[in-house]
């Protein structure tokens, strides 16, 4: 059996932490775990705490990894402004093509996880059903940035890209905000304690419009497949679990959940 080794940044996030504990499970995967913090998975994999925002550290740290045949880019570092935000994330995720695509030599393939983003989700609106082909929106956008320099970097090489874009993941991740689940449920709670009603905190076009969900497990399946199916080089996947739902009719069974 060929094992591939897989490199996976954000290992401690709603999307790494179900991918590396997926990943450990597959025989013939070997996996190293790139996240500040060690991540709470058992299982057989090596760790290494990198700032990827830092290229000598990148160099440092990650330099020795010429075994590697599969990048899985799952990072993120909040910028409140959107100008920053792309070039922060941009720049991470170049600092570490820069040191892996020069240390192993037989890199196969990057995969990026972008999101409904892509499409403008957090501008209002925007057309559904969304198509990965669909026109980009007005940027700054840093899954633009991102992709668009995976792009550039690969053409001519041997190795391959892809990306996901997965709606309103739902999983579980310590410490980690960017989870509706979670969001949820603290907002859930604190309303509980002060005695008030489950009040929908969005505005009611998106209390009535189409909603997708992607669990956390599902997607990491799915980031797996894309990385290693042919069909997918070069591609960007839409992946949701693939029922819709309108937060109308979610928000009152939430609300009983917690006995509100």
């Known amino acids: 059996m060929t094992k591939r080794k897989a490199l996976v940044t954000g290992a401690t996030g709603v999307v790494g932490r179900y991918l590396l504990r997926h990943l450990v499970q597959q025989p013939d995967w070997d996996v190293v775990a790139v996240s500040r913090r060690r991540p ?9 705490a990198a700032d ?18 599969h990048v899985f880019y799952a990072a993120y570092l909040e910028r409140p402004d959107p100008r920053e935000l792309v070039a922060v994330n941009t720049a ?7 040191v892996i695509e020069q240390a192993a030599r037989g890199l196969e393939h990057v995969h990026l996880v972008e999101g409904s983003k892509w499409y403008g989700s957090h501008l209002g609106p925007y057309q559904t ?12 956008n840093m899954y633009y940035d991102q992709q668009d320099f995976l792009e550039s970097r690969q ?12 709606h309103a993941i739902c999983g579980f991740a310590l410490g980690n905000p960017m989870n509706l689940t979670t969001v949820i449920a603290v907002y859930a709670a604190i309303s509980r304690e002060l005695g008030l009603p489950l009040s929908f905190p969005g505005k009611p076009g998106a209390y ?17 497949w894309m990385a290693t199916e042919p069909a997918c080089a070069n591609q960007a ?17 939430i609300a009983r959940f917690f006995e509100m």
């Not at 990827?52 to 045949?69: E, F, I, K, N």
């Not at 053409?155 to 997965?166: V, Y």
């Not at 996947?237 to 069974?253: A, H, K, V, Y």
């Open 40 to 48: 709470d998975i058992e299982g057989s994999y090596d760790f290494v």
């Open 129 to 140: 059903p969304a198509k990965e082909t669909d026109p980009r929106h007005m940027p700054p």
């Open 92 to 98: 991470m995720l170049v600092n570490l093509v820069d």
């Open 208 to 224: 009535r419009a189409l909603y997708q969900c992607t669990d956390s497990a599902l997607l990491a399946r799915a980031l797996t």
């Open 52 to 69: 990827l925002a830092d290229p000598a550290d990148c160099r440092a740290r990650l330099g020795g990894l010429s075994d590697v045949t």
């Open 155 to 166: 053409r001519g090489k041997r190795w391959t890209w892809s990306a996901s874009r997965p």
């Open 237 to 253: 996947c839409n992946i949701t679990n693939g029922d819709l739902f309108r937060w109308e009719n979610m928000w009152p069974r």
